[in-house]
């Protein structure tokens, strides 16, 4: 009796461990949805619309992957976690994927276990003052209370700006960015200190947003990326194509316009390629030939979702900076499709 | 007749275990043991497998690392570059700071509301039917997030107490400065200092924590004088009602002696330290000096005591009401003023109903302190659970940690009120 309890035991145990190590791409396609962390709002990168509809740049890469793995864009459920809560819902198997400007570092790389499949947005951390308080320049800030979100690199990366030039700050928690917006226009925080893309949004929310300026100094290296979890290589190669496509399309010209046209057939044999008109690509990820064809048809190609959602001609109004093609000068550069 | 029956030969079957009352009871229980110990067996089988399944090890190491982030409210040395361990501590101490201050605040809110929802005044007693079933019957969640709003949003902001024509002043003869990031008040350090410090370093501004540098050292020496006067306060008591139990007069300037043994020893020694008066004061981005109570200190203090205090009310009311009606007529009878029955004969017979469920109105405060994240307070939940978690990715220890110091925590706040309500106990000999 005793030994088949002990191996009853041993069984309920080995089902239990089995759950997790599942495909997660197997998983992705029987469920019929891309479950995708992204933060609780962040006007232009991840926010609800006033339909209720998520829209973004950082949701745009979800519903690129959600477009390749499954042919829809729009069958994702959009997760929203916070800083701290990120990548315990991504550990946990809560969500496939994490699009939600997350800097890529050693330790999250190596030590915590996950996969940076590649970046989408070349960052920096950047300070937000109003104007009426005179500050030009970030090494004025001695004895400034500042509001920063927990559970962020940014958080370090604050610790040493102020260490290393021997000043002193008094910071305020908070948990989100909405939060943070609250606290700062309220005065609780004389600066607000977050990826400079994240201030440019939150400014563009504000009711006068000429009244805060954004200080020169970028203290901090922020690449920012999508990320799952290390171990299951398939999807990550998946949701990394995914993103070297977006980029690629930007630099061969496919765009949102003309893939259906490009997709009967180009002389480019780049383009042939990448459109799965030439080569397995698609099984060999295993998801449809035309993978690339649903991604761009849905969202368009890396240009066009950045002019869509946080460009120069939206409120955010961002430049390309660096994340504009190597061939312009940034740091975008798509590996081949080969 | 001596012919006994022969008991019958003990036979046993295996369907006794079962159909057999003197055996069953030992059944059950011993195969729910086995069921508990597997259901353990297989949480436990999870774990490990599950941590394999990740990739990650079960090391405690990381609490000796740098920790990196810098924490506001501190009430020891830290700063970014002490080791995780000692941010828990820092958070560890804030956690017990606010509950110490909650428990305190909840208990002396509770009684006053608990007797004057008695009373005969029905101003009063309406009054404090409402802030009872107010505070009791909506989350405490929501009381600290307005308590904090209120307080961030409705008060003037350091850059209204300056220029020419300031929008704003300071209260109280220029000592405290009420402000949207929290409150100053003026603190006290000591000049000649035994811990050996100087005025140097307690008036480094950006030193704003609740206990300011002054030397703990100086405060233990404080604490212990006034406790040993008080000791001798008492001495003199029970000399006195000794007196005058024999001789049926108390002597002369009893109570002002006591007085006199309490005050004058403490402030001789505040004196011979050099106490002065830090007073708070603009400067750069924010008030400077003084002792910096944080908003998020003041709407977790003030909302977990409120909320405590209204449940403490209801105990106390229900204590009250257990004394019989028969004592406070005696007491009448005897010729005692109302104020007087109460605190003399009321409320010592309703303390033994009172404390038991009071102790884990305690423990619920204590843990309720961990809401704090709502409002960036930094407690151990913060820091240990949530900042040190998510710089390491230890959520498995963190945790454990965590929940080991809410344990412990708890045991030992339930421990000492379990002495104390002994010694109210009704004592049967």
């Known amino acids: 009796m005793k030994k088949s309890v002990f191996l009853g035991t041993i069984a309920v145990a080995g089902l239990a461990a089995g759950a997790v190590s599942a495909q997660t791409l197997d998983e992705v396609q029987a469920r019929g949805e891309l479950n995708c962390g992204v933060s609780t709002g962040l006007a232009g990168f991840s926010a609800p619309d006033s339909d209720g509809e998520w829209q973004g740049f950082d949701v745009a890469v979800c519903r690129a992957v959600a477009a390749a793995a499954l042919g829809d864009p729009s069958a994702v459920n959009f997760v929203p976690t916070t800083g701290q809560t990120r990548f315990t819902a991504l550990a946990s198997g809560e969500v496939d994927m994490l699009a939600r400007n997350t800097t890529w570092t050693f330790t999250r790389d190596v030590d915590l276990r996950f996969e940076f499949v590649g970046i989408n947005y070349y960052d920096g951390q950047g300070f937000m003052i109003p104007r009426e308080l005179g500050v030009t320049s970030a090494m004025e800030l001695d004895g400034a209370t500042v509001c920063i979100q927990t559970g962020t690199t940014t958080e370090l990366n604050l610790a040493d700006f102020f260490a290393s030039n021997n000043m002193d700050y008094e910071p305020v928690p908070v948990e989100t960015n909405a939060e943070a917006q609250q606290q700062y226009l309220a005065g609780a925080c004389d600066v607000y200190t977050t990826d400079s893309s994240g201030l440019a949004a939150t400014r563009a929310t504000f009711e006068d947003p000429s009244a805060h300026v954004i200080m020169p100094e970028i203290i901090s290296k922020e690449p920012l990326g999508p990320v799952v979890r290390h171990g299951d290589n398939e999807w990550g190669d998946l949701v990394r194509w995914v993103l070297v496509g977006l980029i690629a399309a930007e630099e061969l010209g496919v765009t949102s316009d003309n893939v259906m046209e490009l997709a009967e057939g180009t002389n480019n044999p780049s383009i042939e390629r990448m459109l799965g008109n030439e080569g397995e690509f698609g099984p060999i990820l295993g998801i449809d030939q035309d993978w690339m064809v649903n991604v761009i048809s849905s969202v368009g190609n890396y240009g066009e979702i950045f002019e869509e959602n946080i460009g120069e001609d939206t409120p955010i109004g961002l430049a390309r900076g660096l994340n504009a093609q190597w061939t312009d000068g940034g740091l975008l550069y798509a590996w081949p499709f080969r | ?429």
């Open chain 2, 1 to 429: 007749m001596t012919s006994m029956t022969e008991p019958p030969a003990e036979s046993f079957r295996l369907s006794q275990l079962i159909y057999d009352t003197r055996y069953r009871s030992m059944t059950i229980q011993v195969v729910a043991f086995i069921l508990i110990l597997l259901a353990l067996f297989w949480l436990g089988r999870n774990i490990v497998s599950n941590l394999e399944d990740l990739g990650k090890d079960f090391d405690f190491g990381f609490l000796g690392s740098r920790a990196g982030y810098d924490i506001n409210q501190r009430l020891i040395e830290y700063s970014n570059d002490s080791t995780h361990a000692r941010a828990a501590l820092v958070g560890i101490l804030n956690t017990l700071l606010v509950a110490v201050l909650g428990c305190a605040l909840a208990t002396v809110l509770g009684v006053i509301a608990g007797v004057l929802r008695l009373s005969n005044n029905w101003i009063v007693a309406r009054l404090m039917a409402v802030y009872v079933e107010g505070f009791r019957n909506i989350p405490l969640l929501l009381w600290i997030i307005l308590i904090f709003a209120v307080m961030t949003e409705a008060t003037p902001r350091p850059s209204d107490f300056r220029g020419d024509r300031p929008e704003a002043s300071m209260i109280l003869g220029d000592s405290v400065a009420i402000t949207n990031r929290g409150v100053y008040i003026p603190n006290v350090f000591f000049t000649r200092s035994l811990g050996g410090n100087e005025m140097a370093e307690v008036t480094d501004s950006a030193e704003a924590t609740v206990i300011a540098s002054s030397s703990g050292l100086d405060w233990f020496v404080i604490i212990l004088v006034f406790v040993a006067s008080i000791l001798g306060a008492r001495a003199i008591g029970r000399w006195a009602t000794a007196k005058q139990e024999a001789t049926g007069i108390r002597p002369a300037g009893a109570f002002w002696m006591q007085v006199g043994t309490v005050v004058v020893p403490s402030v001789i020694v505040f004196l011979a330290l050099g106490a002065t008066l830090d007073f708070p004061g603009l400067r750069g981005f924010n008030f400077g000096g003084g002792i910096h109570l944080r908003n998020s200190l003041i709407a977790l203090w003030l909302a977990l005591a409120l909320y405590t205090g209204a449940f403490i009310a209801e105990i106390v009311r229900a204590g009250i009401l257990s004394v019989s009606k028969g004592q406070t007529e005696a007491a009448f009878a005897l010729g005692l003023r109302p104020n007087r029955t109460m605190n003399l004969v009321i409320l010592p017979q309703a303390l033994r109903v009172i404390i038991p469920p009071l102790i884990s109105h305690y423990l619920n405060l204590t843990k309720n302190s961990s809401l704090a994240i709502a409002v960036g307070y930094m407690d151990v939940r913060s820091t240990l659970g949530g900042i040190t978690i998510n710089q390491t990715g230890r959520e498995l220890e963190g945790m454990l940690l965590l929940g080991l110091f809410y344990l412990v925590t708890s045991l030992v706040i339930s421990g000492v009120m379990n002495i104390y309500n002994k010694s109210v106990m009704l004592k049967e000999r």
